[in-house]
């Protein structure tokens, strides 16, 4: 069975960067699109960014230019990085993947996730 397990999550200033990372097992790489969604209290589960078997990417409007995410595929591992964090991209990030290109980057058509961790940024 795919195993995701999420990693680098934690509390930053507004300003401030981090990097999150996604070790996957039992999936690999080149077979589908990984992405990243993010979900805060009371509010539906967004995408934030994904990246298909041919390294394509696509980014949600309001993390473009400060996000970037990326793979490892000798690690098995997805990354987030996250630079000019802001308040609102406070909120618990997952990693998801499935087989095949994922037509939206939208969390229904993604089948494997992670726990998720958290990303909490002050003011």
């Known amino acids: 069975q795919v195993q995701l397990v999420e990693s680098g999550g934690g509390s930053v200033q507004a300003g401030g960067s981090l990097r999150l990372s996604c070790a996957a097992s039992?999936?690999?790489?080149?077979?589908?699109?990984m992405a990243w969604f993010r979900q805060a209290p009371g509010k539906e589960r967004e995408g934030v960014a994904d990246?298909?078997?041919?390294?394509?990417?696509r980014y949600t409007d309001s993390v473009k230019g400060r996000f970037t995410i990326s793979q490892d595929n000798a690690k098995n591992t997805l990354y987030l990085q996250m630079n000019s964090l802001k308040p609102d991209d406070t909120s618990m990030y997952y990693c998801a993947a499935r087989l095949g290109w994922a037509p939206f980057l939208d969390p229904v058509y993604y089948t494997y996730w992670g726990q998720g961790t958290q990303v909490s940024v002050s003011s």
């Open positions: 990246v298909d078997a041919i390294g394509d990417t």
């Open positions: 039992r999936y690999t790489f080149n077979s589908g699109s």
